[in-house]
């Protein structure tokens, strides 16, 4: 059984790893240097705001990860012959 502490911690990690990869790749561009190339600066700032949507997404409620979660390998029930 998992306490409190172990279910905060798998509700908000993929929350704060989206959020800080679309924050660097918002700022990528600026920081390093090529804000000038217009074909990685879009590219940048797209996949950067689609990495902070997907944080927002995140299951926030620790039955939501249950729901529609795909069966781990090794896992599954045994093939019935």
């Given at each position: 059984m998992r306490g409190p502490i172990i279910g905060l911690l798998f509700i908000l990690a993929p929350f704060i790893t989206d959020m800080l990869i679309g924050i660097v790749c918002i700022a990528a561009p600026f920081v390093l240097g090529f804000s000038d190339e217009t074909a990685a600066l879009v590219f940048f700032l797209?996949?950067?705001v689609g990495e902070v949507g997907a944080a927002f997404m995140t299951a926030w409620e620790p039955g939501d990860y249950k729901a529609g979660a795909a069966p781990r390998p090794g896992r599954s029930?045994?093939?019935?012959?």
């Open positions: 797209v996949m950067g029930e045994p093939l019935s012959g």
